[in-house]
Every structure is written in structure tokens, then in C-alpha cells.
């Protein structure tokens, strides 16, 4: 093998290493554009650490303290959310094709336990992914109604 080929071998498993941590945590890819991860919870949904045992409706999420929660500023900001891939072999088609979800951060995912980026509500997850995969890759934008 010649240095050449050595060194584009590196550069190939450098470049796959920086992919892989990429998809792991929140990696901004724009203004208010990022790639991350998304897991699921399910009911009950209160109290939450937005608005108490006040109800919500609609499609929902919590925040990750590591990368949203921004100290609770991320309460009632909503996030548009795709599926890009599974992180496991378990499922052969994670993502359900081209789908969107648009949710609103209703509560916090304490960093003790959060597995991923964004913790949508179950039906959330449902809408973008088949519930087995459990952690799928995702891209998410920040979504403002006009």
C-alpha cells in the first residue's frame, strides 16, 4: 500500500468518524437548521416542566437539557422534524418516506437521561418513524407560524 492510498484510507475514516459523532449530537447545519437524534416517551405527559399539569394538545416534545433547553428559553418553540435514518439494524425501514412532523417543546429531558437531541411525544415519533427503532438520525429546523 503506498502512502498515498494509507493517507486517503485515514481521511475516508476520519470523515465517516466525524459523520457518525455529527448524527449523535446536535450539529447545527444552519440558522436554526440542525442534525441530531430523537427518541420517544409516552403518556402520562404532565406535569411537564413548561406549563405544569396544564393539558397540551397537539404534537409535542421535550428538550434536551444538553442541547435545547437553553435554561427553559425553549418552552413553546416549535421545531419541524424529519427522519433521516434508523441507529440500529433492527428495523429495515425506520423512517417513514418524507415525512414531517412539526412539534412545540413542552417539557425538558434532563441530561441524566436523555438519550438523544429531542424526546418527541409517541405520536409525534409515529408520524415521522416506526416506534421499534426507538433513537432514530433526524434533521429538525426551527418552525415559526406567521
Not at 493517507?7 to 440558522?31: E, N, Y
Request: glycine letters at 8%; charged letters at 15%.
Amino acid at each position: 500500500m503506498s502512502l498515498v492510498q494509507r493517507s486517503s484510507g485515514r481521511v475516508a475514516v476520519l470523515i465517516t468518524t466525524f459523520a457518525a459523532v455529527s448524527l449523535l449530537s446536535c450539529h447545527p447545519c444552519g440558522a436554526g437548521q440542525w442534525y441530531g437524534t430523537a427518541s420517544y416517551y409516552t403518556p402520562p405527559y404532565e406535569p411537564s416542566a413548561c406549563y405544569g399539569f396544564e393539558k397540551q394538545s397537539g404534537m409535542f416534545a421535550a428538550a434536551s437539557e444538553t442541547y435545547l433547553w437553553e435554561g427553559g428559553s425553549a418552552c413553546g418553540k416549535s421545531y419541524r422534524v424529519r427522519c433521516m435514518s434508523g441507529t440500529n439494524d433492527g428495523v429495515d425501514v425506520p423512517c417513514k418516506d418524507g415525512q414531517t412532523v412539526t412539534v412545540r417543546i413542552v417539557d425538558m429531558c434532563p441530561a441524566n437521561s436523555c438519550k438523544a437531541t429531542i424526546d418527541l411525544s409517541n405520536e409525534a415519533f409515529d408520524q415521522i418513524a416506526d416506534p421499534k427503532e426507538g433513537i432514530i438520525n433526524i434533521y429538525f429546523e426551527e418552525y415559526v407560524q406567521n
